[in-house]
């Protein structure tokens, strides 16, 4: 099973320069997650979808817009990057069920803005 | 707000001693509570969940037991491998809205052959 894939695994990004992160999950899942991991802050919420058709801004919002295109597929883009953007970023997706609900995540894009 | 809060890293061990990493939460009634593992340049996974007051989550050789009297959800493992250095997320859920996780800020362990 592929689960939640994310492409690409690296970039590195001119400052001002546009890009889109690719997020897609095989699990059939209704919610999914943009988060961002820089040292010492743990992982902060960018944007959530919690069905096809709807966003909401999660934490660190500024900077980023997400498009929820399917089911599948839930992509983030920085329409004009700035060093403040190097981090990590990961995508999740989960059912949202109840107490056993759990997040499932992707390997990581690194994103360096120079 | 919900909120987790972890003690801060990095802990380094040698090889078979004892590891206990402190989390507390602060959440509105009863919330599923977690710890996802990071290992080096993969994404996080699920090592263990607790869904109400006194439940055990355990695997792998880690445990953690959910204490609703000390709002702590503690992970321990009594004899630490090398395999086992990686970032630890203490996390939780809301019973009033299944979309909101909530992750602590992350303790790397390193453990020492």
């Known amino acids: 099973n592929a689960g939640v894939t994310q492409t690409p695994k690296f970039q590195v990004l001119k400052t001002g320069q546009s890009m889109t992160l690719q997020c897609a999950q095989d699990m059939n899942h209704n919610s999914m997650y943009w988060y961002r991991q820089d040292p010492g802050m743990g992982l902060r919420l960018i944007y959530y979808?919690?069905?096809?058709?709807?966003?909401d801004k999660g934490e660190v919002p500024n900077g980023y817009n997400v498009s929820r295109l399917n089911k599948r597929e839930f992509s983030l883009r920085l329409e004009s990057a700035a060093p403040s953007q190097t981090s990590v970023y990961f995508c999740?997706?989960?059912?949202?069920?109840?107490?056993?609900?759990?997040?499932?995540f992707g390997q990581g894009t690194r994103l360096t803005v120079v | 707000g919900d909120s987790v809060t972890q003690m801060e890293g990095p802990v380094t061990l040698s090889e078979e001693a004892c590891l206990t990493i402190?989390?507390?939460?602060?959440?509105?009634?009863?919330?599923?509570l977690f710890w996802y593992v990071q290992y080096p340049g993969e994404g996080l996974q699920l090592l263990l969940k607790?869904?109400?007051?006194?439940d055990k989550g355990s695997n792998k050789g880690f445990e953690a037991t959910y204490r609703k009297e000390t709002t702590s959800f503690h992970l321990e493992k009594g004899s630490v491998q090398v395999s086992d250095s990686a970032v630890y997320f203490c996390?939780?859920?809301?019973?009033?809205?299944?979309?909101?996780?909530?992750f602590g800020s992350g303790t790397k362990l390193n453990v020492k052959p």
């Open positions: 979808s919690a069905s096809e058709g709807t966003t």
């Open positions: 607790a869904t109400k007051a006194d």
């Open positions: 996390a939780l859920i809301s019973p009033y809205n299944f979309n909101k996780f909530y």
């Open positions: 999740a997706s989960s059912e949202p069920t109840g107490a056993n609900t759990e997040a499932f």
């Open positions: 402190n989390c507390t939460y602060t959440a509105t009634g009863y919330p599923s």
